[in-house]
């Protein structure tokens, strides 16, 4: 099974949804972290993971420097590095892609996904979801999860070919864009899952609902964001600072 392949289709789909958008926007300003980056446009601010890859050369980088080179850089000169071998500039990329694409799309909700489930399905996590394991086994589930890492009680990707099949509701993370992963799972998943992708690096994008429900989150204080990121914080940190966003799949009757 190939992991990081940038040259899948649904992650060339996924710029090319960002540079409909953009007119003129440059990066107002950006801000990097151990965990995660984020970038700033007059749309708002979009985040991303710092993946193992990323934070490799962000330990030998200026990075101060680097972000103050980004300011005022064209997004047309940014966004294509999303499909390219560089890993920070990558993660830099997709955080501008989310600023795009959140500005436009999204409607402030609270559903959570564990709450469309129903009693008896097979569910299957990708991504080590730890936040909501508890809930899920307090309601009486215990989901298939796929990790990347070995943690003990998960299966790693190649095993999606026999497992996932057989699951009818299925959450995949969104960091699954940062290191891209997600094209991995995409032909195991049962053609009737009902399917989300959620978490706060989510893209809003329009042609992933064909498939898929997504959750993500807006910034509300951008400057708070960017010096937490620039302090080491993760995505949990950022929270209470952010506003939760939900797109619901698209139902077409036949």
């Given at each position: 099974m190939?992991?990081?392949n940038?040259q899948?289709?649904?992650y060339?789909?996924l710029?090319h ?10 990066v107002?300003?950006?801000?990097i972290?151990k965990?995660?980056v984020?970038?700033a446009t007059e749309?708002?601010v979009g985040?991303a993971f ?5 934070w490799?050369?962000i330990?030998?980088?200026?990075i101060r420097?680097l972000e103050?080179r ?6 047309r ?9 560089d890993p920070?500039h990558c ?9 795009l694409l959140?500005?436009v799309?999204g409607?402030p909700?609270?559903e959570?996904?564990?709450d ?5 399905q097979k569910l ?5 979801f ?6 899920l086994h307090?309601r009486?589930?215990?989901?298939i999860?796929f990790e ?17 099949p057989l699951?009818?509701?299925v959450?995949i993370?969104?960091?699954?864009f940062a ?6 799972y995409?032909?195991?998943i ?8 959620s978490?706060?690096?989510t893209?809003?994008a329009?042609?992933?609902l064909d ?14 964001v960017l010096?937490?990121?620039r302090?080491g ?5 950022l929270?209470?600072?952010?506003c939760?966003?939900v797109?619901?799949?698209?139902q077409?009757v036949?």
């Amino acid at each position: 099974m190939q992991l990081g392949n940038p040259q899948h289709p649904i992650y060339s789909q996924l710029l090319h949804s960002a540079q409909e958008i953009l007119a003129d926007e440059t990066v107002q300003e950006c801000a990097i972290g151990k965990k995660c980056v984020a970038v700033a446009t007059e749309r708002g601010v979009g985040l991303a993971f710092t993946t193992d890859s990323a934070w490799k050369m962000i330990r030998q980088t200026n990075i101060r420097a680097l972000e103050k080179r980004l300011q005022s850089c064209p997004l047309r000169l940014l966004l294509p590095h999303y499909l390219q071998d560089d890993p920070l500039h990558c993660a830099l990329a997709l955080a501008a892609i989310n600023s795009l694409l959140l500005s436009v799309s999204g409607d402030p909700c609270q559903e959570k996904w564990i709450d469309s489930l129903k009693k008896g399905q097979k569910l299957a996590l990708i991504g080590h979801f730890r936040p909501l394991l508890e809930e899920l086994h307090n309601r009486g589930f215990e989901p298939i999860i796929f990790e990347l890492l070995p943690l003990r009680g998960t299966f790693p990707p190649e095993r999606a070919v026999d497992l996932l099949p057989l699951c009818d509701a299925v959450l995949i993370t969104g960091s699954t864009f940062a290191n891209k992963t997600i094209h991995n799972y995409l032909p195991h998943i049962h053609p009737e899952a009902d399917v989300w992708i959620s978490g706060p690096s989510t893209p809003l994008a329009d042609f992933l609902l064909d498939r898929f429900s997504l959750g993500s989150r807006v910034v509300c204080n951008r400057q708070v964001v960017l010096e937490a990121v620039r302090t080491g914080a993760g995505m949990r940190n950022l929270k209470q600072v952010m506003c939760k966003v939900v797109r619901k799949r698209n139902q077409t009757v036949s």
